[in-house]
């Protein structure tokens, strides 16, 4: 929660797209002094945030990805949040000028490929790492003991509002016109999230007769490959 007693509040996100996690931090900032800016490389993304968020007290600044390796930030924030693992992390740590840094965490970390010695150096300087699930923030804590204490955990946030208001919309696409099985999924095209095993069963079903199609919402580095 925010301090409603402070002049002014300035607070850093880099990396946040999650539009339902950008709102609850500015309803939070409502009746206060406190300003947030969202920093993202993507303009596509940011016109996003834009059509959801409507707030005096949410900037959205655009950052060149030459910027990440070269320039600092000149202004000076309360707090600094990086809301991915990688270059978020170590631009918010080596770049910011924060009073409080955080960094996130959306994987159990023994299963994200990473080089731990190098890592270290950055979650050593975080005031805070914020994991998803207890489950996260053990595997952190199994791969560095004396950092535990600055784990803690923040479920993912999911805006009903949002969910309800996009439920009633019907995209222009076939797969909402098929009358037969449909079936949805949703999520990143990364590897933790078991798409093969999907893949699998949907042969299996294919085999057996079963007409269906099946619409995947999501993006990522195993598109390709999937």
Not at 185 to 210: F, H, M, V
Request: hydrophobic share 40%; aromatic share 10%; glycine share 4%.
């Amino acid at each position: 929660s925010i301090r409603r007693d402070r002049k002014q509040i300035k607070v850093l996100v880099l990396g946040a797209r999650d539009i339902a996690y950008i709102r609850k931090i500015a309803e939070e900032l409502v009746g206060t002094n406190a300003k947030l800016t969202v920093l993202d490389t993507s303009v596509i993304y940011l016109d996003q945030l834009k059509d959801f968020i409507d707030s005096e007290h949410v900037e959205l600044k655009k950052i060149d990805e030459k910027d990440f390796c070269n320039n600092k930030q000149t202004e000076r924030y309360d707090l600094a949040i990086s809301y991915m693992n990688g270059p978020t992390n170590y631009y918010v740590i080596d770049k910011v000028t924060a009073k409080k840094k955080i960094l996130w965490i959306h994987n159990e970390f023994e299963k994200l490929d990473v080089n731990y010695d190098y890592e270290r150096n950055y979650y050593e300087k975080a005031d805070r790492v914020v994991t998803i699930s207890q489950d996260c923030v053990d595997s952190f804590a199994r791969v560095y003991p004396d950092l535990r204490k600055k784990a803690l955990v923040l479920e993912n946030i999911s805006s009903p509002e949002t969910i309800r208001n996009a439920a009633k919309l019907v995209p222009e696409d076939d797969f909402f016109q098929y009358e037969g099985l449909k079936i949805v999924s949703i999520g990143r095209l990364a590897p933790q999230k078991g798409y093969e095993i999907a893949i699998d069963a949907a042969a299996k079903i294919k085999k057996q007769g079963i007409e269906f199609v099946w619409y995947i919402l999501g993006e990522g580095e195993l598109r390709a490959e999937l």
